[in-house]
């Protein structure tokens, strides 16, 4: 394996309900500045079925090469089918670097991909940066939940490849009109050579705000006692118009489902308020919501480590303050908006 | 009648593992060694398959001699039978290495029972990273289904399995040709209390242990650390907040001090419109 003949920084761009999805583009952002300290090419991967229109977008937001594998074979995300295109255009084009969001899909992906390649797969990276002579991918990430930041290096493979995080990088500001270098692929593989089928896609209806998509969230924790203490949560977070959040000890009580949990095990979230009632600020969900725009922790334990990790705390009784908080909050809104009217 | 193989490991409990401040390490002596939590509702769920449609069980591990006891617990659970690879040879091993040495290890159970499904639990709480079924899956070229958070239906006769994968919003049904490897979610099953025959039967319980030399077709240089592609360069502890500012007064007086901070965010409200404000 000669590593000169190994270059540009590739994204897999995954698609949503015929969008790309907003981690793809949070990692063109960030294979920008790998791309640029190189001196490469930054390309995309879009495969699935009626997408190569959206090549167009990806150029806005940094792209300079989009490689397009557009089939019916490619309407929903199977690993196999996937993994060939996606193998197929590695050994044509030898990219030095690969980047996919840790999601569902981006996590299965990569991991068949590295294995039939071979090469190293660094997971849930939050930091990435790449050495400018070697081409040496840094990719950093939380380890042994969250109690460790480690760097992990793969020096004799190429491409080397990452998952990253979702909301970790920030997508690049788009530039209506900018173009790149459309690449329409054809891979090889039959609907026969593929031993899986997608029956149905069923998406949950009842979720009101999407926990990782919110600007307002409200978690609560094992310090509410019970479930039912737990309620003052969901009270909070639909009197703020928020999203409920939960952490790792709440979710395996069965207090709320899995897709409330915040941390190395859950979801990593990026509000603009977050609040922490009755969490004690375990390190595994610190990882998980440490970036929000403002932390507000409430907890009797004035020793909890979660006010180390929050901007404005209150030691107090969450059944207290919290039901006061939403009664002013009513009033005071209200009065607010007659103000302004 | 199935045979199905399910993949533990034993791991520090990462929830309640001490760091050592000076040297940046983790106190592995301060966390118990436990079964990785993913992986006892992976057996648990091959178990649970096992009696519905009749078969046996069987988990293998990688690990050093300690590691027989996250066996004996999967004994615990109710699984049938276990083995275990246990050299110096795989020490030091990253995901692609680590799925190298298990798949020589479960085409080596093939030979004693042809194996119909491959049971991992989603990730371990050591390592996050959720690779290892995968990368098994694909070297024994079987379909991998991650995220697997029910097993719909598994057909022997016509060899199929229908199951929900997880997604970011939902899921999706899967139907997959078997054999094939499925990574569960925890929410899959609860694992209940171990039946006291089956405490009885782990207490006694030894596994199969192998040795690289026991393997069949082993290139050397695909294990351990020799056979893995990553390496750590560095490890830091995450730089500890400094915290912030305490609202302090009664809780009138805090939930005041809250109240103005979120006034001046007031955008968010008003746009927003959460159903507690009326516009």
Not at chain 1, 39 to 67: C, K, Q, S
Not at chain 1, 289 to 307: W, Y
Request: hydrophobic content about 40%; overall charge negative.
């Amino acid at each position: 394996m000669s590593f000169e003949d190994y270059s540009g920084i590739w994204v897999f761009i995954e698609v949503k309900d015929g969008e790309v999805v907003p981690v793809s583009l949070e990692l063109l952002g960030a294979g920008k500045e790998l791309a640029d300290k190189r001196g490469t090419e930054l390309a995309g991967v879009l495969i699935g079925e009626n997408v190569t229109h959206l090549a167009d977008t990806l150029f806005e937001y940094g792209a300079d090469t989009v490689y397009v594998y557009d089939d019916t074979i490619f309407k929903n995300y199977r690993t196999e089918s996937y993994m060939k295109a996606l193998l197929e255009c590695c050994q044509e084009y030898k990219p030095e670097v690969i980047l996919y969001g840790a999601t569902s899909t981006g996590k299965d992906l990569a991991s068949a991909v590295a294995t039939d390649l071979p090469t190293g797969l660094t997971a849930d990276s939050t930091i990435l940066d790449i050495e400018e002579d070697t081409g040496l991918l840094l990719a950093s990430r939380p380890a042994f939940g969250g109690n460790i930041m480690a760097t992990i290096l793969c020096k004799k493979y190429r491409p080397q490849m990452a998952t990253v995080r979702p909301k970790v990088m920030k997508a690049l500001t788009p530039e209506p009109g900018r173009t790149g270098r459309l690449i329409e692929e054809t891979a090889s593989i039959k609907e026969e050579d593929i031993r899986t089928k997608v029956l149905e896609i069923v998406q949950f209806t009842t979720q009101k705000v999407r926990i990782d998509e919110a600007d307002i969230v409200v978690a609560g924790g094992k310090g509410l006692g019970s479930e039912k203490g737990f309620q003052v949560v969901h009270d909070l977070a639909e009197t703020l118009g928020g999203a409920v959040g939960a952490s790792r000890d709440v979710v395996e009580a069965g207090w709320v489902e899995h897709h409330h949990q915040v941390g190395q095990t859950g979801l990593t979230v990026t509000p603009k308020i977050y609040f922490a009632i009755g969490i004690s600020g375990a390190i595994q969900h610190i990882v998980g919501m440490q970036n929000s725009g403002l932390i507000i922790a409430i907890n009797n334990d004035p020793e909890a480590p979660i006010f180390q990790s929050s901007h404005y705390g209150i030691v107090g009784d969450a059944f207290e303050i919290v039901p006061l908080l939403i009664q002013q909050f009513k009033q005071a809104f209200n009065q607010e908006v007659v103000d302004h009217v | 009648m199935l045979h199905i193989v399910a993949c533990i490991k034993q791991v520090p409990d990462t929830k309640i593992i001490k760091m050592n401040p000076k040297t940046n390490t983790m106190d592995r002596a301060s966390a118990p060694a436990i079964l990785n939590p993913y992986d006892a509702h992976a057996v648990e769920e091959a178990v649970r398959l096992k009696k519905k449609y009749g078969g046996t069980v069987s988990v293998l591990t990688m690990g050093p001699p300690p590691a027989v006891k996250a066996i004996k617990k999967c004994i615990e659970i109710g699984a049938d039978e276990g083995y275990m690879i246990s050299d110096r040879a795989f020490a030091g091993a990253d995901t692609l290495a680590t799925s190298y040495a298990l798949t020589k290890a479960i085409e080596k159970i093939s030979q004693i029972k042809p194996v119909d499904l491959i049971i991992c639990g989603k990730m371990t709480i050591d390592g996050d990273t959720g690779q290892v079924g995968p990368g098994i899956a694909r070297r024994l070229d079987m379909p991998p289904l991650t995220s697997v958070n029910k097993v719909k239906e598994i057909n022997v006769e016509e060899g199929y399995a229908i199951v929900h994968r997880k997604l970011e919003d939902g899921y999706e049904v899967i139907q997959s040709t078997m054999p094939c490897l499925m990574s569960v979610e925890k929410e899959i099953n609860d694992v209940p209390y171990s039946s006291m025959t089956n405490m009885l039967k782990a207490a006694r319980y030894q596994p199969v242990i192998w040795a690289v030399a026991d393997l069949e077709d082993v290139e050397r240089t695909q294990l351990g650390l020799k056979g893995s592609p990553t390496i750590v360069s560095k490890v830091w502890a995450p730089k500890k907040p400094s915290g912030g500012e305490m609202l302090e007064g009664d809780a009138a007086q805090q939930t005041e001090q809250l109240l103005n901070l979120l006034l001046e965010k007031k955008e968010l409200f008003v746009a927003k419109g959460g159903s507690g404000v009326e516009l």
